[in-house]
């Protein structure tokens, strides 16, 4: 049985010859300390550093093929199941960068003027956008935003999709291959808590950037199907520890309507759709679980989400993608602990099929490499089916 095969059958809620295993990302501390050299890989702090550096270079063809191939290598090395892939930058782009610090820069749309301000920590290997154009504008700047996205026809170039295709061809036939969608509200941007309260204050201005942005991914989708790829991924938090971010009214209004529409298009297409959100979604799960996705990826320990209960509950519908600790076990554990957890996710969640072993999120600094083999290893030598835990 193919890598591919094994995840497929998990996704018929079939028992195949074991229980396939992948992550979302292994950002590149994991990654260069399995292949034993700087990798590019991951959505973390240093590789989107390393993007901007390189980028300003004139290196951006380099960076592209160093994080495809890197990706492919590590996911091999590894033996995952599934490997999934995300933009790259512009090769035409009118962004430029300004005010360049080793921890600091400014990203400039030359068209319009429109900035973001970033910042990255070493510490915590992360980069986070600390101001904006929109933030400082308010509702008048995110509207001029949104008139851009519609003005450019909410087109992403086609060189964004350069290491994705370079993966596909590298991996499509053996590997379950994935894509991530750019994000369907603005989370992760400085103006995110305005955007928030919006939902309430303005909602003809919320549903208009919801729409937006899901035309916006659309396109992306629809450029991901024309390559060949198995599925989408739609990421983006909806909640935390103790509940969701939003109301559970304006998750139902404004967020699953975009995740149905994806996922109507991608089911009329042969493909699947992953949805990734920490916390407890408890609150909305039954609205949740029947918005049409096929994969749902955290299922996050640390905030009560026992995956064998959510298996009896909704494993029916969904495969589900998870869920070893990410905040504790992997990071900080002894490796006998990781043996001891990674054991009774698969006994809560493998029987009968439909689960795929993963970290509850991405595998990130600080996390061990010896602690993620442990993982894997011990998914391919106790998910033999039938389990027998």
């Known amino acids: ?46 590789t989107v550093k390393t993007m901007k550096e390189m980028v300003i270079d004139g290196r951006r063809e380099e960076f592209v093929e160093r994080i495809a191939m890197d990706s492919v290598d590590v996911n091999l090395k590894v033996g995952n199941d599934l490997i999934l892939t995300e933009l790259d930058p512009d090769k035409d782009s009118p962004l430029v960068y300004k005010d360049v610090t080793d921890t600091s820069w400014t990203v400039m749309d030359e068209e319009t003027g429109h900035w973001a301000k970033f910042v990255y920590k070493e510490s915590s290997d992360t980069v986070h956008e600390i101001d904006s154009f929109e933030k400082q504008g308010g509702v008048k700047a995110v509207e001029e935003h949104l008139d851009i996205i519609e003005k450019r026809g909410y087109r992403t170039d086609d060189s964004c999709f350069d290491s994705t295709r370079m993966v596909y061809n590298k991996v499509g036939k053996e590997l379950f291959t994935l894509a991530k969608v750019p994000n369907l509200i603005p989370s992760g941007r400085s103006w995110y808590a305005d955007f928030m309260e919006m939902m309430y204050e303005e909602p003809e201005l919320t549903q208009r950037i919801c729409d937006v942005y899901l035309k916006a991914g659309m396109e992306v989708v629809k450029k991901y199907k024309e390559i060949g790829l198995d599925g989408v991924m739609i990421a983006t938090d909806w909640a935390y520890n103790l509940g969701p971010l939003f109301s559970p009214d304006k998750i139902r209004e404004y967020l699953i309507p975009q995740v149905k529409t994806i996922s109507e298009y991608c089911h009329a297409n042969g493909m699947y759709v992953m949805k990734h959100t920490d916390g407890n979604i408890m609150t909305f799960a039954d609205d949740f679980f029947n918005m049409g996705i096929d994969i749902f990826q955290s299922i996050e320990p640390n905030a009560g989400m026992d995956i064998g209960e959510v298996k009896k509950l909704y494993g029916d519908k969904v495969t589900l993608m998870g869920n070893v600790d990410i905040g504790r ?55 033999t089916y039938p389990i027998e835990l």
Not at 17 to 41: F, H, K, Y
Not at 329 to 342: A, I, R, S
Not at 344 to 372: E, F
Request: a negative charge; hydrophobic letters at 35%; one cysteine or more.
């Open 1 to 46: 049985m193919t890598s591919r095969e094994r995840v497929l059958t998990a996704l018929r809620h079939e028992e195949g010859d074991r229980i396939p295993v992948g992550e979302m990302q292994i950002c590149s501390s994991v990654s260069s300390e399995i292949l034993g050299r700087e990798a590019i890989t991951g959505e973390g702090g240093w």
């Open 329 to 383: 076990t992997l990071p900080y554990g002894t490796t006998e602990e990781v043996v001891t957890e990674t054991k009774a996710v698969i006994k809560a969640a493998s029987p009968g099929g439909g689960h795929i072993l993963s970290s509850c999120n991405v595998l990130a600094y600080p996390t061990p490499a010896k602690n993620y083999l442990a993982m894997v290893e011990t998914a391919k030598e106790f998910g």
